[in-house]
Nanobody
Framework: QVQLVESGGGLVQAGGSLSLSCEAS??????MAWHRRAPGKQREMVAE???????NYLDSVKGRFTISRDFAKNTAHLQMNSLKPDDTAVYYC?????????WGQGIQVTVSS
């Protein structure tokens, strides 16, 4: 069983930065990701990092967001720069493990114009 706890969301002005963290408990995690769901829209994958270091990003965040993983602390981070009002959403941490996929509770990110 894997549990995910997100932190770091909040309110920021357009052009600003926020950093999200996801602390995982459990074993066998081989990929972590951040997804988001904006009001009235479907959930979308924002960034993922797979064991070995491969990363993938949503086109609209490329060059602005960076995902990283601290294996020693079993934590994934999402550094978000040059934030836009369109980035406003609930952000969810996601982990794929040998025992299946797991989701965090979600954390609000609001970018004001």
């Amino acid at each position: 069983q894997v549990q995910l706890v997100e932190s770091g969301g909040g309110l920021v002005q357009a052009g600003g930065s926020l950093s999200l963290s996801c602390e995982a408990s459990g074993f066998g995690i081989y990929a972590m990701a951040w997804h988001r769901r904006a009001p009235g829209k479907q959930r979308e994958m924002v960034a993922e990092i797979i064991d070995g270091g491969t990363t993938n990003y949503l086109d609209s965040v490329k060059g602005r967001f960076t995902i990283s993983r601290d294996f020693a602390k079993n934590t994934a981070h999402l550094q978000m720069n040059s934030l836009k009002p369109d980035d406003t959403a609930v952000y969810y941490c996601y982990a794929r493990s040998l025992s299946g996929p797991f989701w965090g509770q979600g954390i609000q990110v609001t970018v004001s114009s």
